[in-house]
T-cell receptor, first 112, second 113 residues
Framework: AQSVTQLDSQVPVFEEAPVELRCNYS??????LFWYVQYPNQGLQLLLK??????LVKGINGFEAEFNKSQTSFHLRKPSVHISDTAEYFC??????????FGKGTLLTVNP | GAVVSQHPSRVICKSGTSVKIECRSL??????MFWYRQFPKQSLMLMAT?????????EQGVEKDKFLINHASLTLSTLTVTSAHPEDSSFYIC?????????FGQGTRLTVV
């Protein structure tokens, strides 16, 4: 079975500050990991994904994430956030039959 | 990336009526689509897996007679909420393809009054 834990439900930061959104996973199948962003009343947009290879994954909008197998983590980072990064962020892991299991989400609020 | 169109984006219906939500993959064929439900400030919960030409597979606890899923073609899956009640009010999201190749629709906000 798969599970995803996002340790922070809300993360407030100031504009241009760095941010890290934490994600821990457990999976009995593959270790394909994803970060999605959701703006209010919209669907999900893929930020980045880890399938294999380099543990540092770069995504869109300046985000990156690092896969750490020993710590079963896949934390999302951005060195300098913008107001427009304010959104809900979901970490997900793929299970059997291509199903995705999502974490509960982290609301990132970027303040001026 | 691929485009998935979900329609309508918002719908308000009266209690007891049925509502159909469409999920279309616009530029690729999807043998598998997924339907999720999202409660306010919560995560996405998988409701069912929709397979083209066969019956949908429902997750535990999801009433198949209430949430009817039809995947009649490789580009269209529909979710019908039958005899809707206020507790069915939620945000419904579909994805075409799965896992590493999942593309999400824009979501449908259903309000049952």
């Amino acid at each position: 079975a798969q599970s995803v834990t996002q340790l922070d439900s809300q993360v407030p930061v100031f504009e241009e500050a760095p941010v890290e959104l934490r994600c821990n996973y457990s999976s009995s199948v593959s270790v394909y990991l994803f970060w999605y962003v959701q703006y209010p009343n919209q669907g999900l947009q893929l930020l980045l994904k880890y399938l294999s290879g380099s543990t540092l994954v770069k995504g869109i909008n300046g985000f990156e994430a690092e896969f750490n197998k020993s710590q079963t983590s896949f934390h999302l980072r951005k060195p300098s956030v913008h107001i427009s990064d304010t959104a809900e962020y979901f970490c997900a892991v793929e299970g059997s039959n291509y199903k995705l299991t999502f974490g509960k989400g982290t609301l990132l609020t970027v303040n001026p | 990336g691929a485009v998935v169109s979900q329609h309508p984006s918002r719908v308000i219906c009266k209690s007891g009526t049925s509502v159909k939500i469409e999920c279309r993959s616009l530029d690729f064929q999807a043998t598998t689509m997924f339907w999720y439900r999202q409660f306010p400030k919560q995560s996405l919960m998988l409701m069912a897996t929709s397979n083209e030409g066969s019956k949908a597979t429902y997750e535990q606890g999801v009433e198949k007679d209430k949430f009817l899923i039809n995947h009649a073609s490789l580009t269209l899956s529909t979710l019908t909420v039958t005899s809707a009640h206020p507790e069915d009010s939620s945000f419904y999201i579909c994805s075409a393809g799965g896992g590493t190749e999942a593309f999400f629709g824009q979501g449908t906000r259903l309000t049952v009054v």
